[in-house]
Structures are given as structure tokens and as C-alpha cells.
């Protein structure tokens, strides 16, 4: 016998448990421009004849032809967490196969239903308002090839007739042009380079990425100390006689691909190396003819020679930027997580461009309270198990991150976290106002430093640098595209809870709407406090849905 059930997308099924583990969703509701993941549950029970069978997938009813359907893969996973159990909110702990990469259907649209194995369909509504607003009923089935039903479920979709307002949160998860090319054996910037970038950009921009990091220079980003990365700089340096002249060509492909896919804003690379502000990234140049690096490890941060280079390269990048009238869409870093014991550093290296910047956003991911204090950075980035501080001071247009260290009580998406986990951090931004999120691993395919390049489907932890599923968020299909995973959706979807929540706002006002969701949250919504249920974040939906509702009456 064939069992099938529909859950939400907040459920992550792995492929040993039992389906009777999991509660049925039998109604859920959406706006008309956003888009809504559920999943279809199945497995064969004991009785099954075959160990293994193909069913067509068939949806039926109006609401189908707004409709995607993907399998959840499984992935091995060797690191779950940083190598102990940080809190009761995982999932598992134990190394194996976890759910996360999302795979369009094989067998022209059948699916393998194996004895034994819980395995899943995501389904994914998408009408773009094209769907009138009502309720539908959604039916999945599950067909021989004669036809024959062998399984049947039931969704009932209430499509609310109101839009997500636009986002407004600027969110940017670091988007590497190098392991494209290492990946996709091929050089950076040929014409087969180009379009494997568009192709993870449109992936990019269609999960709420709208502030694209942006190689004027190669990123000084998780590089081995005296290493580098391969060379991905957009900006052509010339030095004649000492003098710089610079060629924007690439630039200009970069920004014209960037209009052409919704992108929105620049993340111009950082300036100065990571951690600490002390060296000049790799910058090449042709210089009387020859083309070599003339910036790197070995050059001090604040010295005179890169100093001059940045006092010409900076004036000339916002002149052209003017020109076109995209400056304005440009975010500037200094250097990624300074520490307390890196405030000289920094502060040497934030001196040299300052002033060329004053009329500009800088921005960096940090932790310590000092570099808002001490007026060294403008926009501070703290990670959300360190916010706190930054919070009660109402830092204005406060943006906050995560990255490997943050395993403990705040939302992340680690593989072995829940999706409610991840998902949760919606809420968790829109009661604190939170303007802008960066995550450093759209599609780090390196390990630790950028030594060697990894296998995204065979090594999700960067070769046991960080727990599984921090260095990348999709995954390399071969055709040059990029699969979306379970995690990166759930994200998106955390984005759209925000959007819903702004507009529920417009209803009851801010203080009402956040008072009914913690009490179905159970408490106060705070940074270190994540929903440890499907049902607490499905809740909490369905209420803001029912306040946008109000209006409508």
C-alpha cells in the first residue's frame, strides 16, 4: 500500500522516520503575490509488492496550474553541529542523510515510492496574482501508469485578496564568482562565466537577495593568510608612469545584468582583508604592460602606496557611478568581523577612506558594541546572539547576521535545524525594525580559508570547518543553474512573514500585531528565543493573514 499525507514547509522529512510522525495539513491560506510551499509525504508500506515503483504525480483543481513540483533530495551530512550539542533544537546531531537540495522530477514527472523510505514532493503556489482571490480546493494524486489511483489528498488553498507590499529590507548573502568558475571549469569573465553567474544571480534574486556582493577587486573573504583566491576583479587597473587609470567594462555588464534581473543594490567588496583590517586585498594590474598583482598580503593596510591607489580608485568608481546614477545603490565595507583587540586596525584602515566614503553607507559584520560606540562604524552589522546591546542603544537602521558561530538559541539554517528555526528570524526582524541581513554562504563551494574547492553535494561543512550547511545554500546543477535548498526557501518565506506582517501593521498597528503573535509564541519574540514547533510559526502566520483579512470586510 502506498501512504501519503500533505505537511507544511516547515517540516524537514528524513527518509527513516515514520509518516504517522507528522501532522497533516489540511488548510492553509496565502496572499495573491507570494509565493507557498507545502509538501506531499509518501512511502510503501510492508505489504508493497515492489521494493520500488513509479507513480505520476498529478495536481488537479484551478489553483494547479500555478504550481512546481520538486523532489526533496537527501544529502550526507558528516558535521551537524560545531562538534557538540549546543541546545535541544536540532533536529539530529548524529552524522548521515538529511533533506535539503530540491530537485525538479525526474522520470518525466513520475515519482519513485520506495518501500520503507519517507521521501517528499515540494510543491511550490506561485500565482503572481493571476489566481482571484477564494478558496480552492487542491488535489495531489498519486497514478499508476494505467491510471489507477493509488493515492489521494486533499489541500484547501484560501487565496486572501490582498499583495505583499514590496520588501523593503536590503538582504545580501555573499554571492562568489570564483567557485562558479572553479566549479564549472572555466575562466572568469568568458562568456560561459557570464552566464552561470545570471543563472545563480536570477536564484539569488528570486529568494529576496537584493544587494548582490559586487568584485570591483577579487573579496578579501575566508582566504588563507599569504593565499588567494582566483581572481574574479571586475575593474581593469592600468599604471603608466604612476600614474592609475582604471576601465570599467565589466563593471558596466555587471550592473546592466544586475537591472536585468531585479537587482537592486551594490555590496562593493571590502576594502581591506578580513578580521582584522590589516592588508590590502589582491588587486591586479597592467602596469607598464605587464599584467600582475600589485596589492596583497604584503601590503599594509594604511600604508602610503595603497593609500594612493585607494585615493585614486575610489573618486574615479564614484565619478563613473555618478555618471550612471547608480552611487547611491552602493554599500561600502571596510573588513569583515573585526574583534576588540582590532579597533587600531581598523580604525587606521576606516581613516584612509572616510573621508572619500562620508557621503556613503559603510557597513560591517561585527560583534563588539565598541565599533558603534566609538563612532567607527556607521552601520553596524552584529550577529543575532549579540544584538542585544546594539538594540537597547536604537541603533538606527540596525542590520544583524549569522554565520558558523551562531548555534546556540538563535535561528539559523544549519541542515540539522529545524526549518521553524530558520524561518522564525522573520518575526524576530520585524519586531526590531531590522533593516538589512547578510549571511556570508549563498555559494562558498571552498573549505576553510579557500584552500581547496569542495563537493556541494558530498561536503556541506567546508571539509569540517563549520556545521553542514553554512558555506552554501544551493547547489551547482549541471546545466550552469543553480538548485534551491529546502533552507534557502525557508528563508524567503521568513522574508514574505515580514512583508505580511508590515502590511498587518497597517490594520491594528505594530503594538497590537506583536502582542497577539507572542502569545501564540509562548512568550516575548526575542533574537535568542525560536519557535521549537511547526505549529507555533504556522500559527503565528495564519493570525497575521486573519488581521490582513479584517480590512477586507
Known sequence: MICTKVVSSLEKCFVDEPIEKFEALKKISMLKNERLSVQLLYTATADENNFSTLRKLCIEGEAAAYTTARTVEQVPVLMPTPGFVPDDNYLRTAPGIYPDVLQPLQYHGDVQVVRGNLLSVWIEFDP?????????????????????????????????????????????????????????????????????????????????????????????????????????????????????????????????????????????????????????????????????KIFGWETDAAGEEYTAYLHAFIPAFLEHMKARGDDKRCFFHVSDEPNAEQLDSYRAAKNVVADLLKDYVIMDALSNFEYWSQELVQTPIPANNHIEPFIEAKVPGLWTYYCCSQFKDVSNRFVAMPLWRTRCIGMQMYKYDIAGFLHWGFNHFNNRWSIDAINPYTDLSGNYWVAAGDTHSVYPAQNGTALESIRIVSFHEALQDLRAMKLAETVCGKEELVAGMEKLFGGEIRFDRCAHDSATMLAIRAYVNDVIKQSLR
Request: glycine share 6%.
Open 128 to 292: 503572481q496574482d493571476r489566481l482571484a482571490a477564494g478558496t480552492y480546493e487542491v488535489t495531489f494524486l498519486l497514478k499508476e501508469a494505467n491510471g489507477n489511483v493509488s493515492a489521494r489528498e486533499v489541500l484547501e488553498l484560501e487565496v486572501i485578496d490582498a499583495d505583499l507590499p514590496p520588501q523593503e529590507l536590503i538582504f545580501t548573502q555573499w554571492f562568489h564568482c570564483d567557485t562558479l568558475a572553479n566549479y564549472y571549469n572555466c575562466e572568469p569573465w568568458s562568456e560561459k562565466h557570464w552566464e552561470i553567474v545570471e543563472n545563480y544571480a536570477k536564484v539569488a534574486v528570486r529568494n529576496g537577495i537584493n544587494l548582490l556582493l559586487t568584485p570591483i577587486h577579487t573579496p578579501p573573504l575566508d582566504t588563507e593568510i599569504n593565499g588567494e583566491r582566483r581572481t574574479t576583479q571586475l575593474v581593469d587597473v592600468t599604471l603608466e608612469n604612476g600614474v592609475y587609470s582604471f576601465g570599467f567594462e565589466k563593471l558596466d555588464r555587471w550592473i546592466e545584468m544586475c537591472n536585468r534581473i531585479g537587482v537592486k543594490y551594490f555590496e562593493i567588496a571590502h576594502f581591506f582583508t578580513q578580521w582584522g583590517a590589516e592588508h590590502a586585498p589582491k588587486i591586479m594590474a597592467t602596469v607598464n604592460g605587464e599584467y600582475k
